[in-house]
């Protein structure tokens, strides 16, 4: 009996060890995405419009072996901002008028996180006149100014960049920034009508711009580091353009698909963001409302402004 006993217990121990052996994978032969293009289709190009109809659209798609995945910067001359192409087909709306190059970068993503970059060259028009209605109700068709009106609610919030329309994160209470960063309310921003296609918006601060700091601000003189809150600056004046928005929403949102460009680094609306694209999603003689991205560039900041009295 003691020799079955030994006799089972070294094969017990045998199993043991046969089933603790060590088990090696391999990956196999991880390579990065070839023969990648991207195919561009300018709107409305024809031998008689060679960069397009002047809505400024333009279709990208991405073909090659070995893609899983594929992301697309439109403008190489802006900060870096890729976008997922949802399979493999993606169009964009350039909105800064006239005729413009732009290089485009298209990262091509494989397995195990191998990727191949190319990049193209697209020539492009975009002609856009706004709504006369728009301009009169920004302008007086002269000059008007405006002001965050603390007095409603939502006057001031935030949300998603994309897939939501609405300031979803957090919203405004009446007078919420009355005690914190008041400079907010007493900021104002008139809007000019010089011609029938220039206009200038003049930013005026008695108590400061309401902005982020450092690398989050554009406006110069503003602190290195710090909290969001109000910081000297004296205003400025700048140009701005009307330009077609470059989100795609939808009229129905509502919008009025029509944004304001602010040009230079030295004006804002309501809040120093980065992005200077204002879409105007509403506004008629009494009430503005705008939507921009926001210091963090996954962020949609909404203001509702009024006129000065």
Same mark, same amino acid.
């Given at each position: 009996?003691?020799?079955?006993k ?20 391999q ?34 798609t ?6 899983l ?47 191949t970059?190319? +990049? $193209?060259?697209?020539?492009?028009? =975009?002609? %856009? #006149? ?5 301009? @009169? !109700?920004? /302008?007086?068709?002269?000059s ?35 005690? +914190? $960063?008041?400079?907010?309310?007493? =900021?104002? %921003? #008139? ?5 029938? @296609? !220039?206009? /200038? ?8 711009a ?47 698909? @029509? ?37 963090e ?13």
């Amino acid at each position: 009996m003691k020799n079955i006993k030994y006799i089972l217990t070294f094969l017990l121990i045998g199993i043991v060890f046969t089933n603790c052996t060590e088990e090696k994978y391999q990956l196999g032969e991880l390579k990065a995405p070839s023969n990648v293009a991207v195919a561009i289709s300018v709107a409305g190009k024809t031998t008689a419009n060679p960069n397009g109809d002047g809505s400024g659209d333009v279709t990208f798609t991405i073909s090659g072996d070995n893609i899983l995945a594929s992301k697309i910067d439109f403008n190489a001359n802006d900060a870096v901002d890729l976008v997922l192409v949802d399979g493999g087909r993606i169009t964009k709306k350039y909105t800064t008028l006239g005729l413009n190059t732009y290089t485009v970068t298209v990262i091509a993503y494989g397995p195990g996180g191998t990727s191949t970059t190319i +990049t $193209a060259d697209v020539t492009v028009r =975009s002609n %856009f #006149t706004p709504d006369s209605a728009i301009v @009169t !109700a920004l /302008t007086n068709n002269a000059s008007k100014t405006w002001v965050v009106d603390k007095s409603v609610a939502g006057h001031f919030g935030v949300g998603p960049w994309t897939g939501s329309v609405t300031p979803e994160w957090w919203s405004a209470n009446v007078n919420e920034k009355v005690a +914190t $960063a008041n400079c907010f309310y007493t =900021s104002t %921003f #008139t809007f000019a009508k010089v011609s029938s @296609t !220039a206009y /200038t918006l003049k930013v005026t601060c008695p108590d400061g711009a309401f902005t982020k700091t450092g690398s989050l601000t554009t406006l110069p003189g503003i602190p290195a580091s710090g909290d969001e809150g109000c910081y000297s600056y004296g205003g400025a004046t700048g140009a701005f353009s009307f330009v077609p928005s470059s989100t795609g929403i939808s009229a129905a949102t509502p919008s009025t698909q @029509t944004s304001i460009l602010l040009s230079g680094v030295d004006t804002f609306i309501g809040y120093g963001s980065l992005k200077k694209e204002y879409e105007i999603m509403v506004i008629n003689a009494n009430y503005m409302y705008l939507r921009v991205q926001g210091t963090e560039t996954g962020n949609a900041w909404y203001l509702k402004l009024k006129p000065t009295p």
